[in-house]
Nanobody, 124 residues
Framework: QVQLVETGGGLVQAGGPLRISCAAS????????MAWFRRAPGMEREFVAG????????YYVDAVKGRFTISRDDAKNTVYLQMNSLNPEDTADYYC?????????????????WGQGTQVTVSS
């Protein structure tokens, strides 16, 4: 069983940075692929970024490439999403997710564990 808790969301001005974190409980954190998803108001949940169990493979959705950076610290059981050059279109609830297979996937159904989400609001 893995529990995920996101922190770090908030209100930020357009063009600014924000880092959100996801702390995981459980002893198998280092074997999971981790990802960030987001759901904007009135929209479906979408994949944002993922990192493999080893940290060697990383994938971003085109909309955030060059602006967002996902990373993991297995010693702290934590995954991060550094978001730079934020724009109002990035406003959403951001969710952390863990996939037991260790391989990055954009498919929501492959992620077994989810956090409760943290809200990010970008003002123009």
């Amino acid at each position: 069983q893995v529990q995920l808790v996101e922190t770090g969301g908030g209100l930020v001005q357009a063009g600014g940075p924000l880092r959100i974190s996801c702390a995981a409980s459980g002893r198998s954190f280092s074997t999971y692929a981790m990802a960030w998803f987001r759901r904007a108001p009135g929209m479906e949940r979408e994949f944002v970024a993922g990192i493999s169990w080893s940290g060697l493979r990383i994938y971003y959705v085109d909309a955030v490439k060059g602006r967002f950076t996902i990373s993991r610290d297995d010693a702290k059981n934590t995954v991060y999403l550094q978001m730079n050059s934020l724009n109002p279109e990035d406003t959403a609830d951001y969710y952390c997710a863990a996939a037991p297979g260790g391989i990055i996937t954009t498919m929501i159904s492959e992620y077994q564990y989810w956090g409760q989400g943290t809200q990010v609001t970008v003002s123009s």
